[in-house]
């Protein structure tokens, strides 16, 4: 089974994306807007941590609507580093 660096787990109500992620046992929460705005921050906080896809998960239950601006931010930015 493949060992994961970076796991995240992701609530998507209709407003805000709520993420949560795992590493090295110690868990991080993280808040932010479901808009425009709120995937720039994600890159951000993505761009901090040095994110490589390739050893990545991220678990999310498919909202419609709710998920797809993040869904189509994770499609767009699937391989290698996120910057």
Same mark, same amino acid.
Not at 21 to 30: E, L, Y
Not at 40 to 61: G, I, K, P, R, V
């Given at each position: 089974?493949k060992?994961?660096?970076? *796991?995240?787990g992701v609530?998507v109500p209709?407003k805000?994306?709520?993420v949560?992620? *795992?590493?090295? @046992?110690?868990q *991080?929460?993280?808040?932010f ?8 921050? #994600?890159?951000?906080?993505?761009s901090?941590?040095?994110l490589?896809?390739?050893d990545t998960l991220?678990?999310?239950e498919?909202?419609g609507?709710y998920?797809?601006?993040l869904?189509?931010?994770?499609a767009n930015?699937?391989? @290698?580093? #996120?910057?």
């Amino acid at each position: 089974m493949k060992q994961y660096k970076w *796991i995240f787990g992701v609530d998507v109500p209709k407003k805000t994306i709520d993420v949560t992620m *795992i590493k090295d @046992g110690k868990q *991080i929460h993280r808040q932010f807007q479901n808009d425009a705005t709120g995937m720039d921050d #994600l890159m951000n906080w993505f761009s901090e941590l040095d994110l490589d896809t390739s050893d990545t998960l991220f678990c999310m239950e498919a909202t419609g609507l709710y998920c797809f601006a993040l869904t189509q931010f994770l499609a767009n930015h699937q391989e @290698g580093r #996120l910057r």
